[in-house]
């Protein structure tokens, strides 16, 4: 989505992917098939780029570092991305900007873990191992010393914090250039099941327009202190009464913000790649009143196709972005957006389409 963005501009894209059948190899012009935790593969893809940025955030913080003292420009720069990388180092300097976050500390065993919950209001407790978790992988919410044995087996350091009992769950969108041109995007809602987004709503409804305002603040914040190049989704929750902490941060497009596709004026990808061109960027306003994105869900039909006849006859404004992955229960294959002036009947249209595409609605 990336690379469709940067086409009209005519930018060429190389991409670094682990499988040639990764969904952006399906379609980039030049495809390198390679490892992106080895140094000398990186430093090899590296020799020619005018910048580097990326789609995930797991390549290793120090061949960033290596890579920038090779001159290549990578953009967001390895001391920014370390945030969305390791969320104890994340939760540190958040703390010393004064960003509220959950009450949190590294642990060190389970006995830690109750010595935590005993220094706020108990358990249950979540757990987060700092690096590598995604879509709730790496997240655990435990109810006692015996339940918390299970997070410190992969030997990375655990992250404890307390169980915040929110309203919602929200996400500030913002895009900044180096030379420190930013833009904000309408705050979302963000709904999961299981762990994993299924639903994000633009804007937020009901939000006040001073909390909205306060989380665009927040987000633009962070941005510049932490100096942020590209796209940033800040994971919001918000309270029973009325704030926002921030839950996680991720540097890249993201998916709270892939309903900027169709229902913005300028997408998150477009952005993405104007900031990290450093180039003006683009109006990040709504075209509509709403706009919904509904994850596609890989379900029980491996032919996802058959269903296009059926959603695109009922639903002419209907915008369909499938990935090309081999559909695998509850992996997520694509999204749809739907947007208009009436939030119930665009929700609608957007979860019958996810449904149906999905084989769980089947007329
Ligand atoms: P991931 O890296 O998998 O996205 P997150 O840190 O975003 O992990 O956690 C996944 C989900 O777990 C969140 O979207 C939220 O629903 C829930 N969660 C995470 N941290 C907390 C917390 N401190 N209190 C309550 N729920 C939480």
């Known amino acids: 989505m990336t690379h469709e963005a940067g086409i009209p501009l005519g930018i060429r894209f190389k991409l670094l992917s682990d499988t040639p059948q990764d969904s952006a ?3 980039a012009g030049e495809v ?12 090899a893809f590296a020799r020619g780029c005018d ?16 890579l920038e003292a090779d001159g290549i420009p990578v953009r967001p720069g390895p001391d920014a991305l370390v945030h969305a990388q390791d969320k104890g180092v994340m939760r540190a300097r958040l703390t010393e900007i004064g960003a ?19 220094e706020g209001d108990g358990f ?21 010393e015996a339940d918390a044995a299970e997070p410190f087996r992969a030997g990375v350091p655990v992250l404890a914090e307390e169980m915040v009992p929110f309203r919602r769950e929200l996400a ?31 804007p937020a409804p009901g939000l006040s327009e001073e909390l909205s305002g306060q989380a665009q603040e927040l987000a633009l914040r962070i941005a510049d202190e932490l100096g942020v190049v590209g796209h940033l989704a800040v994971e919001l929750f918000e309270t029973e009464d009325g704030r926002v902490l921030v839950n996680e941060l991720a540097m890249r ?58 959603c695109m006859a009922r639903d002419p404004q209907l915008k369909i972005h499938m990935y090309g992955k081999d559909v695998k229960p509850g992996r997520k294959v694509g999204h749809v957006n739907t947007y208009g002036d009436d ?7 957007a979860r019958h389409a996810a449904g149906y595409l999905r084989g769980t609605i089947t007329e």
């Open 25 to 27: 190899a399906q379609v």
């Open 51 to 66: 910048v580097i940025t990326f789609d995930h955030e797991h390549v290793p913080t120090e061949h960033l570092r290596a």
């Open 100 to 118: 509220p976050c959950p009450r949190h500390r590294i642990v060190a065993d389970p006995a830690d873990v109750a010595a935590f919950a005993e």
């Open 124 to 144: 249950p407790v979540v757990l987060k191992t700092v690096r590598g978790g995604y879509d709730g992988k790496g997240v655990w919410v435990v109810r006692s």
């Open 32 to 43: 390198v098939v390679g490892d992106y935790r080895d140094l000398e593969t990186l430093r």
């Open 172 to 202: 500030a969108n913002i895009v900044r250039s180096p030379h420190g041109q930013a833009v904000a995007y309408p705050v979302v809602e963000s709904r999961q099941v299981d762990g994993v987004c299924d639903t994000v709503i633009a």
């Open 343 to 349: 939030l119930d009947a665009v929700l609608e249209r």
């Open 253 to 310: 497009p993201h998916n709270s913000g892939h309903w900027t596709m169709d229902g913005a004026v300028t997408s998150q990808f477009a952005n993405h790649v104007r900031a990290v061109l450093d180039l003006p960027l683009g109006d990040p306003r709504p075209r509509a009143p709403w706009t919904v994105m509904c994850n596609v869900l890989g379900g029980d039909y491996p032919d996802m196709y058959a269903a296009y006849l059926h």
